[in-house]
């Protein structure tokens, strides 16, 4: 048995999301095709949750493609390895995907057009290895989760020793918009992603893998079938197509029957989720012993002309991937990295292809639908919506009057900033920004708090120190003044002993 | 008639005699919130807020002569823990100035430690005739090293905004 | 493009006007049954609503300083103005619909700071205020099909401007209006109910306003909406349960005192109510609880006004009523996903125990 069927009952009580339109066409029916390479390649040292990685080459060094180029710091972290062979011209700031533009630190590297492998480990039949091992090599690979969320992949894997594992669930919804990146991987290399979701399986020591594939992905969901019927702990599901289905504890909930704890982590019912892109890396990393260096991002958007999937090179700039996809045929009003849900608006088309860019969309004005916000109608769409079950229009209401705390109490810390409430408003009001200002502004202070925390112990340590050197200063001082009296006084009488 | 009257007086007297009680049981002396903002303040005593002192600054907060925000180096944080404590409504007052920190132009310092020993938070490490630097963690851009120090050589600089410390603006208001 | 752009970057196509546009098109076949029953008058009184509630929001919008087009173009001002000519007497003077157009805009809705503040439903406020105020005018009710006069335009026009007042000849009482006057005689509910003909109430010909003739075609409507999702079935259902279960309870147990179901969820602005007045987006809570205890509300406590009120209809009354209560209900938040109803993470349930 490969299949499994969502109970219809599940699928009506689930009432939130939303249905926008696709786009995926026509980039959904193009083979995945070779980005090549471009002049210039910038890495950004920080492509994942957690520290930033170190470089570990410094400029002018030769490096080939594969090789550690940056190394991990600390237990949540991730290195970054040679894209392709060339020089390292640079160690400087860059243009990032990041919404507010600030640059920060990428190691550049200038091709020699050879694309020369670093000397590989290759391993014959990876799923003998055990588990540890597994997660030591995907480490190694600097795999992180490639939908998006980026979290080092391999600290994902160990949590099987923690919390038992049942059951691995591989994310092959792609509910964002244009996106079809995931579809065409489990097209067209449905083996390799099968292989890595059993070596997830092994590391984590669950014992089935669900692969949740939307209903739009006809062929994807055969394809998979097909790869995994030898396998019998490999099940196929097709789930509906709603956004945001991919968020993984909606995607949990639709193809378990199970609501993950709000406070907890999936790890707690069990479950651990992993993007279909993130399997098809460990593939590569275990049997060919590849690290991550490249992935299969969509380029789409009614500005591009020819809209497909290709494969780029990590820190290929997004300039390059739209001129090897026709060109822009209008200027966009906005460019995306990632899906036109969660994406992040970006100022320029520098920002470089990173671990989880899974898109990059140049939208017309008319895709955006970018309009001047009005009042809010209270029509509560945001609310039906949600797939939270939060009320996005009170909490930012709340907001816009700076009640941040308020805001927080009603949810805004459960609120995934999916977009699907920002997405039905028909009044544009700008909701997810409102939240990210909100979410942002919080964590902000609670830094600061600490900061000042940490001052206010410093100063009254100071205060402190200082004022027992002056007692103690008085203290020694009177002491020697008591000293000094007392013998004075020894000496005086003896005097006037003998005066008198 | 009378009845109504008498219980009335009756009554008013009571109360009256009861808040009277209260009125020098309960006496306090001073402002008990003064203390509250002050143990809320930073007490570096930097004087960027104009007053004499984090006690100063604490006065003029409860007195309504100050707004809770005035406190540089306590930032926004400081600003909602006292408007929240007090019950005030903070003015949206535009852009807050981005925070400064000291720092030390290693050409001109000449390890004489006067900074180190003026500083309130322990902020500048180094000792005599050897070179100070400043922990920017620690430091909360007070300005009182810049003004011991014999050779200029400490300015202040901004803080600069990185992706981490970045926020979303919010979103301008609807028309 | 150097301003932040924040997610999403796509939006559904439906605006607020697009909306507002939806609903007035789903009021225009009882609308339009409506003026051809009576008249040209209906149509001209028509007009004064929806002109006159068009006029005082440019007019305030214009006073508050804001800008006056985009706003006047959300087409909320027309719907006030549609919503109030149907819940008033089709042949009620001009002067009636103009006051309660200034009432509806100005005091229902532009002093709590225009769209999307007002706590009342501003067509259901203009209205209530002219009922208490002009009891006489508000409540002269036309027969249908008036053929027994001739009536073309320029007999309208005298009708709606020139008269205060409907012809004696031509007058008729609504359902409940005569139900309740019979009842208060002391006759039983059989005579007063005699009006009633439940196929006459369903395709609208008998006396009343346009909005309450044809529950056929309200109905209609109010289906379409709930098809193209403008509005949800929680509060339609909610209110018709509300009036209905205590209606249908009350005429078991006794026939004689009580009007039955029928009659009240075919008369009166029963089906307006219920599909377009108590949706109205602004003054009904946000989350389903809420929907659900309001719509209730709304219909009980017309049950209870049409039944011992003062007034034989108490749809307007019942809705203003609940709209004091959404800000109370809107408090009363979905439970959120992985947390109990108290806002407590949920205990982790093991996936293998759902095996």
Known sequence: ?500 | MLTAMVSLAAISSGLGLVLGIAAKKLHVEGDARVEEVMAMLPAANCGQCGFPGCAGAAQAIVAGEASPSCCPPGGKVVAQTIADHLGIKLDDGGEAPRPMVATIQEAICIGCTKCFRTCPSDAIIGSTKQLHTVMDEACTGCNQCTEKCPTGAICMIEVPETLGTWVMPKPAMVS | MSQVHASPHALSSRTTSQIMGLVLLALTPATLAGFWQFGWSAFLFWAVCVLSCVFFEALCLNWAGKRVMPVLWDGSAVLTGWLLAMSMPPWAPWWVGFLGAACAIVLGKQVFGGLGCNLFNPAMVGRTLLLVSFPVQMTQWVSPLSATLPHDFSHALTQIFLNNGVPDAMTSASLLGHVKTELSRGAPLIDGLKLFVPWQSFVGARAGSLGETSALLILAGGLFLVAKRIIGLRIPIGFMLGLGLPALIAHGLAPDAFIPLSAHLLSGGAMLGAFFIATDYVTSPSAPAGQWAFALGCGLLTWLIRTWGGYPEGVGFAVLIMNALTPLLDMWRPRIFGRSLTGKSLPARRVESVR
């Open chain 1, 1 to 500: 048995m490969s299949a499994i069927v969502i109970p219809p009952i599940r699928k009506l009580l689930q009432r939130w999301g939303v249905h926008p339109d696709s786009h995926k066409f026509p980039a959904c029916g193009l083979a995945i095709e070779e980005a090549g390479l471009p002049p210039l390649l910038t890495v950004p040292l920080s492509q994942h949750v957690g520290a930033a990685a170190r470089p570990v080459v410094a400029v002018g060094d030769q490096v080939l493609r594969g090789q550690l180029i940056a190394d991990a710091v600390g237990n949540i972290s991730a290195p970054l390895h040679a894209p392709t062979s060339g020089v390292v011209v640079a160690i400087a700031e860059a243009s990032m995907p990041h919404p507010s533009g600030l640059p920060d630190l990428a190691i550049h590297i200038r091709p020699d057009g050879r694309d020369e492998w670093a000397p590989l480990h290759a391993e014959h039949y990876p799923i003998n290895l055990d588990g540890a091992e597994i997660a030591r090599r995907v480490a190694a690979a600097g795999i992180v989760g490639m939908g998006g969320a980026t979290f080092p992949s391999a600290v994902k894997l160990a949590l099987g020793a923690k919390n038992k594992i049942t059951t691995l669930i591989l994310n092959g919804s792609e509910c964002e918009p244009y996106l079809s990146c995931d579809d065409r991987l489990m097209q067209e290399h449905a083996d390799g992603i099968v292989e890595g979701a059993r070596l997830i399986l092994k590391a984590t020591g669950a014992t089935r893998v669900l692969v949740g594939i939307e209903d739009n992905k006809p062929e994807a969901i055969t394809a998979m079938k097909i790869a995994a019927k030898a396998y019998p702990e490999v099940f196929i599901a097709k789930v509906p197509s709603r956004y945001p289905m991919g968020a993984d504890r909606q995607l949990i909930q639709t193809l378990t029957g199970i609501e993950a704890p709000a406070d907890g982590r999936a790890a707690d019912v069990g479950v651990v989720v992993h993007n279909v892109g993130t399997a098809y890396a460990v593939h590569r990393a275990l049997r060919f012993g590849e690290p991550l260096t490249e992935r299969v991002i969509t380029v789409a958007g009614g500005a591009v002309r020819e809209p497909r999937n290709l494969r780029a090179r990590i820190g290929t700039p997004m300039s390059y991937l739209f001129e090897r996809c026709g060109g822009l045929a209008s200027s966009p009003a906005r460019v995306v990295v990632g899906g036109p849900m969660m994406g992040i608006g970006v100022p320029n088309f520098e920002a470089p292809v990173v671990k989880g860019a899974s898109g990059a969309l140049a939208l017309t004005a008319a895709e955006v639908g970018e309009r001047e916000p009005s009042a809010c109608i209270r029509c509560s769409s945001c609310v039906s919506a949600c797939p939270v079950g939060l009320m996005p229009l009170e909490m930012a209401s709340l907001i816009n009057a700076n009640e941040l705390g308020k805001a927080d109490d009603i949810g805004l810390g459960d609120c995934l900033t999916c977009g699907a409430c920002g997405f039905v408003c028909p009044s544009r009001i700008p909701l997810v920004q409102y939240f990210y200002h909100a979410k942002g502004e919080l964590s902000a202070m609670s830094r600061d708090k600490k900061r000042l925390d940490n001052i206010k112990a410093l100063t009254d340590a100071k205060t402190e120190r200082i004022e027992r050197e002056k007692r103690e200063k008085a203290e020694a001082h009177a002491r020697r003044k008591a000293e000094r009296a007392a013998a004075a006084a020894a000496e005086k009488p003896s005097k006037s002993e003998a005066a008198s």
